[in-house]
């Protein structure tokens, strides 16, 4: 390659490449030349001002997401939707699959990460790779997987078997959507569902009445799903949610069996 490569010139190479990764995403197999990408990169990234495509990629780079996610990710779950249990775990599926895709594409981006976005103080390669998932898939369908998830909780409150690991998985994208800069953040996960999550709990005992069971079942059998699905964050909020507002009379009583239960755990780790 010419020390002065033209953007017109590296990037259909770049995309070439970059096709046969979405085609291996998709199903199809396919042997992307990754190589290929970074050395393209490189060269284009490296030549001084003002042939200098550093700019131009990293807005490419972004692109090459919106355009997979608008035109491939976000159809295939959404023609799902009228299936609870197909949408979610269409919605996992793509979820992995694009974590691979932000892996891959950020290494052999990494020319921009190690100089251009430090000088520039732009978000990084990862961060701009889940932000558009985030923007572009998540903000479309968290109303819609949050509704299911919880439809499929209530199913088993009801005594009905549902697809647990599923569940946690679905869950885990909840956590990690919010993860910025190598940072774990729950803010997605309170706000898009625990506190939907909380409320329905509220609202389908006192539908349901005590109907026989304690507060301490209650408690116990919601703690239950904390260890299977739910982040363990949740425990703390659904006890007093269960004191406060399933069985306030009980209050004193649920807390008296957790730290019976506390100290009966901690015996059996001695």
């Known amino acids: ?11 259909p190479i770049i995309q070439n490449e970059l096709t046969k990764l979405i085609n291996t995403l998709e199903g199809v197999p396919d042997s992307p030349n990754y190589g290929s990408i970074y050395s393209t990169v ?7 001002p003002p042939h200098d495509e550093c700019k131009e990629l990293y807005n490419r780079y ?10 491939k990710v976000l159809p295939a779950i959404q023609e799902k939707k009228n299936d609870d249990v197909s949408m979610l775990q269409e919605f996992v599926k793509r979820w992995a699959n694009h974590k691979v895709m932000v892996t891959k594409l950020s290494r052999y981006f ?6 251009y976005i430090p000088r520039m103080r732009l978000p990084s390669l990862k961060d701009i790779g889940f932000g558009c998932f985030r923007k572009i898939v998540y903000g479309m ?17 009801q005594g ?5 690991g599923l569940v946690k998985d679905v ?24 506190t939907a999550f909380l409320k329905d709990m509220v609202d389908y005992y006192t539908r349901k009445g005590s109907n026989g069971i304690t507060a301490v079942e209650c408690f116990q059998k919601e703690k239950d799903r904390v260890s299977h699905y739910l982040h363990s964050s949740t425990e703390e909020k659904l006890l007093r949610q ?7 009379e009980s209050s004193q009583q649920v807390l008296e069996r957790r730290c019976n239960v506390t100290l009966s755990d901690n015996e059996l780790t001695r």
């Open 171 to 194: 869950l885990e994208v909840f956590v990690e959507i919010g993860n910025e800069n190598g940072k774990d953040k729950l803010d997605y996960y309170v706000n898009d569902f625990e």
């Open 110 to 115: 990494n020319y921009l990460d190690r100089y």
């Open 160 to 164: 009905n078997e549902i697809d647990r």
């Open 1 to 11: 390659m010419g020390t002065n490569l033209r953007l017109e010139e590296g990037w």
């Open 42 to 48: 490189y060269t284009l990234g490296k030549q001084n």
């Open 242 to 248: 269960v004191q406060g507002q399933v069985f306030p």
């Open 62 to 71: 972004e692109g090459v997401y919106e355009k997979y996610l608008k035109s």
């Open 141 to 157: 369908m968290k109303v819609k997987v949050r509704a299911a998830v919880i439809a499929l909780i209530n199913q088993e409150r």
